[in-house]
Structures are given as structure tokens and as C-alpha cells.
């Protein structure tokens, strides 16, 4: 058995990994494999494949799954290829976005017409319901069909067999640190810099990850009471970083230093132990670790102690307990007390610190922790004004727990506590974000807060072409937020633009007056004009910001189709997908909230 997973915040890649391991002890030779690495002479020879696939975005393939996806999806591809093949998958998705699992769905589907034989139907996993669960469900149905399909009778695997059984074999260099070891003296906060270098020169070339300088971050809110969105500028002259204007900046995070200090002092272990990792054994488990690093760099970098603590892990940390209660209470999360523990929200750093008598080898740990994914940010520039500069826009996620706890978003916390001088890991990756090849074609742009980011890099490459006698548009931006005087992001330069006459600039305020306003209310007052240029003259529509945003402007434009342009309900919405399926016209970036 072969389990592919197309992974982008590494949760198929975890799954994939669970059941490979599950996978020997049902008689299976099995191994977890980045869909990445697929061989397409290889592939349809397999007996027995399993595919593990997220959809990124709008329903993107995962950067990793994008060669297999577009490979697979060709037409092509030879009728029967898959002929002798048995396949399995498991989508994962979330509904908040229209095209729901969407790679997943297509994979199935594309295998099947290959010729493929399906061992049981398609699953699908909500991440904004309870993904976990979800797969849990679709497992317990995987394993009899594909043991009933070769004949292995039912299964008979021990709870010990299902059991995390550690494979992972590490060195520690050093002395390990004392129990009263202090959290704060043993970790020197200057070495970062030397952190973030030792990380980018452990990644794989072709992901091409940069070390950069950041040369601005200020702050763009006047009122900090109700959040924090700051201005990046960083650096990019002397790396091989080029950028399309509102392409992507791939980011990777560092957890914050208290919790690496912290985290230490769990483990018993100094800072800047060197660990040595031994990659020439029978692990089967793909580690994001580099072969050599200290045990501060491995916590900081590579170790998501920051995710959500999964029924999963909760069922893993329970065979670390010393005592009976710990053991019965981390299982009742799993349980009959799963339902509020999910609630909870606890990270798997918050439940490492509330089970201090859970004896976890800092080794074992290494090899069932999640590993942090980059994240990414919609550049805030255009690169034609700005070639030497990448501009980014970042909100601080905070968000309150029910108990009172306040979780920050690793990465944008990360991101607002840098200083000019620090260095900052990057990557670029492409958008779907492009203005029209025809610089008069009409363009209509719709960000409410940071959504602003593109359109703040299409006005400035506007502002730029301008000062060369060229004019792009027109463009309309419809901008939302709270309060003009408090969370107006750009505002001198939005509305310089608007009296440059570069971009027309819409505004909704939704907190002054009595009835809310948002930037769909704008545009549906402005319907019949929006409609014109979207029906006549071909405007591109554009959309960035979180998916319920997202939903409510794109039934404003189906609304505006069926009033203005005389359409049933299903034509409107037909007319809306061809825009953005068949002449990629309407290009929505959105992302959960």
C-alpha cells in the first residue's frame, strides 16, 4: 500500500503518516509518500494506492499536489491506465469555501474513469466542522473493505498495535539541564538571526526559501483597542526573490521565544543542545528536522506546538501518563468528554504544560508533533513600482477562548514583533490575483481590511504606469471597515488615488451609523453601473478577504445579474461561474474565518 498525501498545513501529511503505521499492523507493507515525489511511470503499476488530498484556496491543489493534479487531470492520459489499480481517498476541505473538496472529488473521479477500481466511496473531511472525526469515520469504513477486498478476514489488531509505536532514533550532544533549570536565562534571544539562516539552508532548494531583511514595520490602525495591522516592508535586492505584483509572500514562522523557553524547561533539555537525528534507520516517519540543529531551533522552527490538540494526539500523550488519572482523563477526551474538549480549543503546547507528569521523550515527541507550515500573505506591492521591496499587510489574530485564554496567530505574531534589521525566512508564490492583459479593461475590486492588500499593489502599479503617460482602468475599489478614523488601512494613499483619478475609491464604515454598511451594500447601490461594466464592457471582478465576506458579495453580483440583466436564478449563477471557471473574469482570494 501506497498513501499519497497532498498536504498544505500538514494535516493530510499527518494522516497519511497514521495510516501507514496503521497500515503494518493490519498486514499491509505500507508507506506514507509526498504526492511530490510520484512517479508517473510508477503509479499505475501500483496494486493498492491511497490518496490523502487537501484543497488549497479556491479549489486549488496543494503547492506539493499541483504536478500529480495537472499529470492526472490531462486529458491525455491513456483510457485504462489505472486498469488492476485498487484506490482509495480521502478529501479534506472546508465548507466555508464554494468548492469543497474539490481536488479530492476530482482525483476520485479521474482515477475512476482511468480505470481505476475504487476499495470504497469517496470521503470527504470538514475543517470547519470536525475534520478529525470525519476521518475517524472514513477509516473505520477503509479498513474492512480493503481487507475484505484481499481476502484478510476481520481484523484483529490490539489497542497496543493502534498504539504510537516510536521509530525515531536521536543523539543528544550535551548535558541535559537540571530540574530548577531557569525557562528565560538559558535561551539568548540574539541568536534568532543565526536560527533563521540554520533553517532556510535546511530546506529543500526547490521550495526556495530566502533569507531577507525587513526594512519597515509600522503600525496602521490609529486605535489599537480592538486589533493591531501592520505595514512590512522587507527587503529583497540581493536574493533571487522576483514577484509578480500581488503574487504571494510565503512566510515561515517561528513560535515565540516564551514558548520555546517554556517548552525546554518541560523537556528538561538546554536551549542550545545539539540533538543529532539518525536517518539511516527503519522510521518510516518523514521528520521535518535537519540531521543536526539545537534543541531551541527544532522547538522554534519546525515543532506546531501551537496547533490544536487532536483526539488523536490526546490518545498518544495518555501513553506517557504516571498516574491513572491523567491516563483515564486524557482518554475521556476522546470520549465521552470529546465534545467539550473540542470546544476548549486547548494547543498541544497548552496540554503538554497542564500534564506536567506525563513522561514524553523529548525524542518521541519530535516524531508525532505536527511540523509548522509556511503561511501566506497577498503582497501589498506592485512590482513594477517597487522591484527591490516586497510590501506586506498583517493583521494580529487574536482570538478569545471561552475560559478567557487569548490565543495569537503564531505567524502574524511573529511577523508584528520584528524590528528593522531582523531577518525573516521567505518564498514567493504565485496568485491568482493578475490585472487584465488589456490595460483598458475595466476593474472592479472588492477588500475589506486586509483584503485591501492586492488592490493597494494594483493602484500603485496603476499610480506607477500613470506617471509614464499610460492609464490602466478604469478601477473601482470597494473598501470596509469599522470606523474611518480608527481602521482605515491606507487611507492617505487610497484616497490620493481617488483624487488622482487612478482608482475611484468606495467606502463602508460599518460601525457609524445605526444600520451597518458593508462593501456588498455599495455595490448593490451601485448595481445598474456595476452591472454595465461587468456585462458590456467585461470588467474583471475581483474579491479578497474572509469567505463569509466572500459569499455575501458573490450573491450580491448573481442578484445584480438577475435584476439588471434579466436572468432566472439559475442562469445568474451560471453566469457567475463561467466568469469565473471559463473566462476567469471573477478571481476570489478568501480565506476562513
Known amino acids: 500500500m501506497t498513501i499519497y498525501y497532498g498536504s498544505q498545513s500538514g494535516t493530510a501529511e499527518g494522516f497519511a503518516n497514521e495510516l501507514a503505521t496503521e497500515a503494518k499492523s493490519q498486514g499491509f507493507l505500507a508507506k506514507a509518500v509526498d504526492v511530490e515525489e510520484f512517479d508517473e511511470e510508477a503509479l499505475p503499476q501500483e496494486k493498492l494506492i491511497v490518496f490523502l488530498m487537501a484543497t488549497f484556496g479556491e479549489g486549488e491543489p496543494t503547492d506539493n499536489a499541483i504536478k500529480f493534479f495537472d499529470w492526472l487531470t490531462n486529458e491525455d492520459r491513456e483510457d485504462g491506465l489505472f486498469t488492476g489499480v485498487n484506490f482509495a481517498v480521502f478529501a479534506l476541505g472546508n465548507r466555508q469555501y464554494e468548492h469543497f473538496c474539490a481536488v479530492g472529488r476530482k482525483v476520485f473521479k479521474r482515477l475512476r474513469q482511468l480505470g481505476g477500481k475504487e476499495v470504497l466511496d469517496l470521503g470527504e473531511g470538514d475543517d470547519d466542522g470536525s475534520l478529525e472525526d470525519d476521518y475517524a469515520q472514513w477509516k473505520s469504513k477503509f479498513w474492512p473493505a480493503v481487507r475484505a477486498r484481499y481476502d484478510l478476514g476481520e481484523s484483529k489488531v490490539s489497542s497496543e498495535e493502534e498504539s504510537f509505536q516510536p521509530t525515531l532514533r536521536v543523539k543528544f550532544e550535551g548535558e541535559q539541564a537540571s530540574e530548577d533549570m531557569s525557562s528565560n536565562d538559558e535561551l539568548k534571544m540574539s541568536e534568532w538571526s543565526a536560527g533563521v539562516k540554520a533553517f532556510a539552508g535546511a530546506q529543500d532548494p526547490k521550495h526556495k526559501v530566502e533569507v531577507a531583511t525587513v526594512l519597515v514595520n509600522k503600525e496602521l490602525r490609529k486605535d489599537l483597542n480592538e486589533g493591531s495591522t501592520r505595514h512590512l516592508e522587507i527587503d529583497i535586492r540581493s536574493l533571487r526573490l522576483r514577484y509578480h505584483t500581488a503574487d504571494n509572500l510565503t512566510v515561515h514562522p517561528r513560535n515565540h521565544p516564551d514558548t520555546v523557553a517554556a517548552l525546554c524547561a518541560r523537556f528538561k533539555l538546554q536551549p542550545n543542545q545539539v540533538i543529532v537525528i539518525d536517518k539511516s534507520g527503519s522510521s518510516s516517519v518523514k521528520v521535518a528536522l535537519?540531521?543536526?540543529?539545537?534543541?531551541?531551533?527544532?522547538?522554534?522552527?519546525?515543532?506546531?506546538?501551537?496547533?490544536?490538540?487532536?483526539?488523536?494526539?490526546?490518545?498518544?500523550?495518555?501513553?506517557?501518563?504516571?498516574?491513572?488519572?491523567?491516563?483515564?482523563?486524557?482518554?475521556?477526551?476522546?470520549?465521552?468528554?470529546?465534545?467539550?474538549?473540542?470546544?476548549?480549543?486547548?494547543?498541544?503546547?497548552e496540554m503538554l504544560l497542564n500534564f506536567p507528569a506525563l513522561n514524553v521523550p523529548f525524542e518521541h515527541f519530535l516524531e508525532w508533533v505536527p511540523k509548522i507550515q509556511p503561511r501566506f500573505y497577498t503582497i501589498s506591492s506592485s512590482s513594477e513600482a517597487e522591484p527591490d521591496t516586497i510590501h506586506i499587510t498583517v493583521a494580529l489574530t487574536m482570538v478569545k477562548k471561552a475560559d478567557g485564554r487569548v490565543h495569537r496567530g503564531v505567524c502574524s505574531d511573529y511577523l508584528c514583533s520584528l524590528s528593522p534589521g531582523d531577518l525573516v525566512c521567505v518564498g514567493v508564490k504565485e496568485s491568482s490575483f493578475r490585472l487584465p492583459q488589456t490595460s483598458q479593461t475595466p476593474v472592479i475590486m472588492v477588500g475589506p481590511g486586509t483584503g485591501v492588500a492586492p488592490f493597494r499593489a494594483f493602484l500603485q502599479e496603476a499610480a506607477h504606469v500613470a506617471t509614464k503617460g499610460k492609464k490602466l482602468g478604469p478601477l473601482t475599489l470597494f473598501f470596509g471597515c469599522r470606523h474611518r478614523d480608527q481602521d482605515f488601512l491606507y487611507r492617505d494613499e487610497l484616497e490620493g488615488h481617488h483624487e488622482q483619478d487612478v482608482g475611484r475609491l468606495v467606502t463602508a464604515f460599518s460601525r457609524e451609523n445605526e444600520e451597518k454598511m458593508y462593501v456588498q451594500h455599495r455595490l448593490e447601490h451601485m448595481g445598474q453601473e456595476m452591472w454595465q461594466l461587468i456585462s458590456e464592457q467585461k470588467a474583471y471582478f475581483y474579491v479578497c478577504g474572509g469567505t463569509s465576506m466572500g459569499r455575501s458579495v458573490r450573491e450580491c453580483v448573481v442578484a445584480l445579474a438577475q435584476k439588471y440583466g434579466g436572468m432566472t436564478l439559475e442562469q445568474a449563477q451560471a453566469f457567475v461561474a463561467d466568469m469565473q471557471d471559463k473566462h476567469k473574469r471573477y478571481v476570489a482570494e478568501l480565506w476562513s474565518s
Not at 297 to 303: E, F, P, R
Not at 304 to 330: F, G, M
Request: aromatic fraction near 10%; hydrophobic fraction near 30%.
Open 290 to 349: 535537519p540531521s543536526t540543529c539545537t534543541v531551541a531551533d527544532a522547538l522554534a522552527w519546525y515543532c506546531d506546538v501551537n496547533k490544536l490538540c487532536s483526539t488523536r494526539i490526546c490518545k498518544t500523550l495518555a501513553q506517557y501518563a504516571t498516574n491513572k488519572d491523567d491516563e483515564l482523563k486524557l482518554l475521556s477526551y476522546t470520549a465521552e468528554n470529546k465534545e467539550q474538549f473540542q470546544k476548549e480549543e486547548r494547543s498541544i503546547y
